[in-house]
């Protein structure tokens, strides 16, 4: 991964589809991943891509925006969603918002505003440190910060702010767990 953010579109509006990615494709930090048409697409898409944002239009004919959203954040969390729309009305607004979308763009929007909302979105979401911990014959733990392979037990303890102890309850859970016969386990250490 070369660090740059990861973005899909979600518009069933070609045009609109080609016009964000147009005003995209030179920003040197931002690559995009994919375009869908549809909710149902989109969903599939996020999946297959884990895009960092993903530009979402309201308005689509099988499945609008909100329901793709839902869907999306439910099980990709740590995805950023920005809602698109032509529609300004605070209901479309909180729907979007109680769906897990972060910002909310109305078009026809500049690319300053765009740039700004995605990596607002981007630095903001929730992020997923995932570790082993290794738990050594004397009973001391080691932590070391790598990719959740095989089969493992996994803890996820999340909290709102750094500071509340959520790493060293989430190592004592992952000592207990391996001194109950468990070989390996992996910490999530969630930041929401």
Do not use: Y
């Amino acid at each position: 991964m070369d660090g740059k953010i990861r973005v899909l579109i979600v518009d069933d509006v070609q045009e609109s589809r080609d016009n964000v990615e147009r005003l995209l494709k030179f920003e040197p930090d931002i690559e995009v991943v994919g375009s869908a048409s549809r909710g149902q697409e989109a969903i599939e898409l996020a999946i297959m891509t884990l895009p960092d944002i993903i530009l979402m239009d309201v308005n689509m004919p099988d499945m609008d925006g909100v329901q793709a959203t839902r869907a999306i954040v439910s099980q990709l969390p740590s995805t950023g969603v920005i809602m698109m729309s032509v529609v300004n009305e605070p209901d479309v607004l909180r729907r979007s918002m109680l769906a897990g979308a972060r910002e909310f763009l109305l078009k026809p929007f500049s690319l300053d505003e765009l740039l700004s909302s995605i990596h607002n979105v981007h630095v903001n979401r929730p992020k997923m440190l995932v570790q082993h911990v290794a738990v050594e014959s004397n009973g001391h733990a080691s932590v070391n910060s790598s990719r959740v392979t095989g089969t493992s037990t996994v803890i996820c303890v999340a909290g709102i702010k750094g500071g509340v102890g959520r790493s060293v309850i989430a190592t004592n859970l992952a000592v207990a767990l391996q001194q109950q016969g468990h070989q390996r386990v992996a910490l999530i250490d969630a930041n929401v």
